[in-house]
């Protein structure tokens, strides 16, 4: 078993983990349920793209742009916020994160994806305190959503969990992965070098002496696209078996060890250790990231039931989150098309 803890301590000092070409990149702004504590603030993660430089946000609680300004993304290429649901430690960041975007002269259009009642919270505030807007910002409320979501730097899936109140999780699938060119097939049909090689490598189809070259059939992707899973509270993981084929990484929530959330009550709807190891064992996922994590656990040595359970019933590479951890998602070579 490959496993990895560390505790208030940047990853970024930690060797990489990026192999060859563009990295993605998860980033862990806050991993702390319900309220903050010295050491981590509550839900915010984010999933950066190096191919685009755009980078997405998963949840913005109170005091997400402060954990900001300690990570290596800006503002500029934030591209979308996509809230899991409407409690407090996910998204009451938000009208002060797009604010102060509208404060540094922001002029690209930002999507926000969320539930309608977080969509009427954010421009009820913007209205209350008179707060203009110099760009235009793109809401679509969760409950309209039914279609994957294109970004320019990945699409976008929701997941339905279960929770006190509606839920999702957020599947992140990387676009604008470099092709390359089958060259012993070009060679082998006979179509020499020159300008079509470049449009073919792009992805475009061309016509060469009146016979039409397919891009699909004369390149290929040169690494599978990347699949994180990036999920809202949620106390049946089950509900994941579908979407969770093909993924490298699940982040997912483990507010409780399974002893503790039999004491504290299952009302909560919230998910043990032991339940989501056991869901991500049993469906091999590679890596399992958990967060989200009770106020009960935050100080030295706090965490260690926790982890035990977690490490006990999974067997894949296991990740406990922190505020500042960044993680590489490892691109996996497709063939070589020859």
Not at 24 to 50: E, I, W, Y
Not at 139 to 145: D, F, G, N, V, Y
Not at 268 to 275: L, M, P
Request: charged share 20%; glycine share 6%.
């Amino acid at each position: 078993m490959r496993f990895t803890y560390t505790l208030f301590v940047s990853y970024n000092d930690r060797p990489s983990k990026k192999v060859n070409g563009f990295s993605v990149k998860v980033h862990f702004l806050g991993t702390s349920s319900g309220c903050p504590s010295k050491q981590r603030n509550m839900s915010a993660t984010a999933v950066s793209f190096d191919n685009t430089k755009a980078w997405v946000l998963i949840d913005c609680a109170e005091a997400t742009q402060h954990a900001l300004l300690h990570s290596e993304l800006t503002l500029y290429h934030l591209e979308a916020i996509c809230i899991t649901h409407l409690h407090g430690d996910h998204c009451y960041g938000l009208p002060g994160l797009i604010s102060s975007m509208a404060l540094n002269a922001r002029q690209a259009p930002l999507k926000l994806i969320a539930p309608r009642a977080v969509v009427q919270f954010v421009h009820s505030c913007f209205a209350l305190t008179e707060v203009k807007l110099g760009f235009d910002l793109i809401t679509i409320a969760l409950e309209e959503l039914t279609d994957k979501l294109s970004l320019n730097c990945c699409d976008i899936e929701t997941i339905a969990l279960q929770h006190r109140v509606p839920s999702v999780g957020y599947k992140l699938t990387e676009k604008c992965i470099p092709r390359k060119l089958k060259i012993s097939k070009l060679q082998q049909d006979g179509i020499g070098s020159g300008g079509h090689y470049n449009l073919l490598q792009k992805g475009q189809d061309v016509e060469y002496q009146s016979q039409l070259l397919r891009s699909a059939d004369y390149s290929f992707y040169s690494w599978r696209p990347r699949v994180a899973i990036i999920c809202g509270d949620n106390e049946k993981p089950a509900l994941l078996s579908q979407a969770i084929q093909g993924a490298d990484l699940l982040v997912h929530e483990a507010t409780f060890t399974a002893p503790d959330l039999h004491k504290v009550g299952f009302h909560t709807g919230h998910s043990d250790a032991k339940r989501i190891a056991q869901f991500a064992q049993t469906h091999l996922v590679p890596t399992l990231a958990l967060t989200h994590f009770s106020v009960r656990y935050h100080g030295e040595g706090m965490l260690e039931p926790l982890i035990d359970e977690a490490a006990k019933y999974f067997g894949g590479e296991l990740v406990i989150a922190h505020d500042g951890l960044v993680i590489d998602i490892p691109n996996q070579k497709q063939f070589d098309g020859d």
